[in-house]
């Protein structure tokens, strides 16, 4: 899954490409260079980032979705708002990314009236103050218990299993050391019956371990996604596409050597 932020504020490519024929012609190399998804967000969810009003994410949203209607391949809308989510779905768009879960008013009943795919993300908090004090009882418990709400609850919504894909949301109220553990044990996250998402290009706890700033992670976010794939996450949320699918086709081809 290749990243397009249609913002002025993203950590990892803010303002690279809010001009909509920008944020369109990166898509587009993203599908050249391999993307199997395209994740498309109008709203920076970083650390410390303010919400931008509806009207605003639709504004930012709705021309690139327009352009990009002949894209290749599916379009995923990284939201949290049900209104969002629905035009979002009439522009064209196949799935649905929310770091809320679809915990918003009137969210799980937008996605359970369309036939789209939805990730399903755990955070901690809100994204103003969620890496103030982040605690958990046990981390991988915790994220493990509430995925698991939230699959029960878009099941009941009438989502069916095979539509519904699930995160463990690295860096979204979490200490270097919960995403560290939730790396090293996310094959424990299989239990949730559904593919697991990572999303790992470029965040701040691959800049505490190597000291590198944002454009200076390609290479522990590469070692972060074999160590997610490995685990078996089904699909790796990127910046860096070219780059990930070497280092994949790497592991896959000395997964199915044969011996
Ligand atoms: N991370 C970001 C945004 N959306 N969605 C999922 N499912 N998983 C993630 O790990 C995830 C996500 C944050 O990264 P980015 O979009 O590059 O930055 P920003 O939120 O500042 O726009």
Redesign the pocket.
């Given at each position: 899954m290749g990243?397009v932020?249609v913002?002025p504020?993203?950590?990892?490519?803010?303002g690279q490409f809010l001009d909509h024929r920008r944020a369109v012609a990166q898509a587009q190399r993203l599908v050249e260079t391999g993307a199997a998804i395209v994740?498309i967000?109008a709203e920076?969810?970083?650390p410390g980032?303010a919400p931008v009003s509806e009207d605003e994410e639709l504004r930012r949203l709705l021309p690139v979705l327009e352009d990009l209607s002949a894209l290749a391949v599916p379009i995923s809308v990284?939201t949290r708002r049900a209104g969002v989510m629905r035009a979002a779905l009439a522009g064209g768009a196949s799935m649905i990314?929310d770091?809320d879960a679809l915990t918003a008013p009137g969210a799980l009943a937008v996605v359970a009236a369309s036939d789209c795919a939805v990730?399903l993300?755990h955070k901690q908090g809100v994204p103003a103050t969620m890496q103030h004090a982040p605690a958990y009882r046990d981390v991988v418990a915790d994220v493990k218990a509430f995925l698991a709400e939230r699959i029960a609850a878009a099941r009941h919504a009438g989502i069916a299993r095979e539509r519904i894909v699930a995160?463990v949301?690295?860096?979204?109220g979490k200490t270097e050391v919960h995403n560290l553990t939730l790396l090293r044990r996310l094959a424990e996250f299989a239990e949730l019956g559904v593919p697991l998402?990572a999303?790992?290009?470029?965040?701040s706890t691959l800049g505490r371990i190597t000291g590198r700033s944002v454009d200076g992670r390609l290479a522990a976010g590469l070692a972060a996604a074999l160590l997610a794939v490995q685990a078996g996450a089904k699909i790796l949320?990127v910046?860096d596409l070219q780059e990930t699918r070497d280092a994949l086709a790497v592991w896959d081809a000395v997964k199915n050597e044969p011996s």
């Open positions: 990243v932020n913002t504020d993203s950590f990892s490519d803010g994740d967000g920076s969810t970083r980032a990284d990314n770091i990730c993300m995160d949301g690295f860096g979204f998402l999303g790992l290009s470029r965040k949320r910046h």
